[in-house]
């Protein structure tokens, strides 16, 4: 299994717990500063970040929304904050409205028990990086099926669209015709 780690971090907070979950998967966590773009295709992506001013870092917002669907099977979110967890549910959104493949849930970390946060960390991380990576496997077998179901929906709204040309054209005969017979 392929994972990477990846986080925003301005205080090393979300860093630390970022750490953590790498530490424990075996891999090295990276800041997607300094590392803006997955060089080679990863079965599970753990990303990162936190909220300032309730917005997530707009150097986040860039890699979420740059990062390539084919390069990723699933991504596992979490985040550090003060109480809030609308950075996970942000990239969540972003995520999925370009078709990559999420777990669900998140880790989440208060800004002032971080330190009591890493066993749960890491315990978090080997269990979400299982389940990211059976949904990234099952995602692969399912491919084909989506493309099917692509097909299908086109063959539909092709369908729907010559009925209605076909009701509009019939409607303009008729017309025609009755107006010709009343004048
Ligand atoms: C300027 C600033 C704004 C923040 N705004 C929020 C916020 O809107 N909601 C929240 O829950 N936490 C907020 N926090 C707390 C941070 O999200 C929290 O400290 C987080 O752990 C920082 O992560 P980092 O250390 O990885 O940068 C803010 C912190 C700072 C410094």
Redesign the pocket.
Known sequence: MNIAVR??????????IAEEMADELGVKASSVVDEPVLKEHVDVLFLG???????MDPALEEYVNGLDPNMVGCVVLFT?????H??AIGMRVKLEERGIRVAPGHFY???AA?GQSKASARAYAREAAEKAAQIAEAAEHEAPADKGSRVKEFAVEAASVAAFSAVVIVSVVVARRLFKLRS
């Open positions: 986080y925003y971090s301005q205080f090393g907070r979300t860093k630390t970040g936190a909220p300032y001013l309730s917005i550090t904050s003060n109480w809030s609308r950075t970390a208060h800004m971080i």
